[in-house]
């Protein structure tokens, strides 16, 4: 029978997969409808979308997706290159692990929405206060897999390149740098994703545009569809932003630094 060829060769992930968000909707939808829960304070996937509609109407949309990409890929970018420069230094000098690390022990742990306040205070409503919380978020992360990456890079490799005679600045872009990539990538790729989490403190510290202060303005008003709009936004971009950098992190031959 059809349906018995159709069994031995379905592909049960793939199908999970193709289903999963479905049914996700139709359990949001079934839950939102029967009364379980409030209605206005929980609206159905379909009011989420009729939000979602007049938001992108009224011409906000886009202006809010590039401010908060804006805010991200300025606080990624530096949060990045300066915690890989350091990563490297402490993985590499004793001396400026032994003097930093201690200190990044003790300021690691602080969620950047801690900061908000002071942010404030320090640079006003400008967007400096912005990508610094957005940086905060990201340093941290892309230091320590730099630092572990450094460190991990086996001590025969450098023994072997100095008694050739390798100079520094070839040390560090041929045995390096190739050894520490994949911890670095693991960092890079985690911090994208924290970078949207500290958007939402960046946005806090003031703003009038941007995805979540959308989301907040929506929340003060019961505007609950347009919330849940806002969430979903925010997921989606954050996902593809993974994505992309993962599809990107695959097809670059690290192997030719």
């Avoid at 109407?57 to 809010?64: E, L, N």
């Avoid at 929405?113 to 400008?126: C, T």
């Avoid at 985690?190 to 960046?202: E, H, K």
């Avoid at 936004?233 to 695959?250: K, M, P, T």
Wanted: charged content about 10%; overall charge positive; glycine content about 8%.
């Amino acid at each position: 029978m059809w349906y018995r060829y159709w069994l031995h060769h379905i592909n049960a992930d793939r199908v999970a997969q193709v289903l999963s968000i479905p049914l996700f909707l139709l359990l949001w939808q079934w839950v939102s409808a029967s009364g379980v829960v409030s209605s206005r304070l929980f609206p159905p996937p379909t009011e989420v979308i009729s939000a979602f509609g007049r938001w992108y109407d009224s011409g906000q949309f886009w202006g809010d997706v590039q401010v908060s990409l804006t805010r991200v890929g300025i606080g990624f970018f530096f949060g990045s290159v300066i915690g890989i420069l350091v990563g490297i230094l402490t993985g590499r000098v004793r001396l400026a692990a032994n003097l930093l690390s201690p200190i990044f022990g003790l300021l690691r742990p602080i969620p950047p929405i801690a900061f908000v306040p002071l942010v404030i205070l320090w640079f006003g409503l400008s967007e400096t206060g912005k990508y610094f919380l957005v940086f905060w978020g990201v340093f941290f992360v892309v230091w320590m897999s730099a630092h572990h990456g450094v460190r991990k890079v086996d001590p025969l490799y450098i023994r072997v390149a100095q008694c050739l005679g390798t100079p520094r600045s070839k040390m560090l872009t041929n045995i390096l740098l190739p050894g520490a990539i994949p911890y670095i990538i693991v960092g890079l790729r985690t911090a994208v994703s924290i970078s949207f989490y500290t958007l939402v403190a960046a946005e806090i510290a003031g703003t009038f545009s941007g995805i979540f202060y959308r989301i907040d303005v929506s929340q003060q008003n019961m505007q609950i569809g347009q919330a849940m709009a806002g969430l979903l936004v925010l997921g989606v971009i954050s996902l593809i932003a993974d994505r992309l950098f993962y599809y990107l992190s695959r097809r670059v031959d690290w192997s030719a630094s």
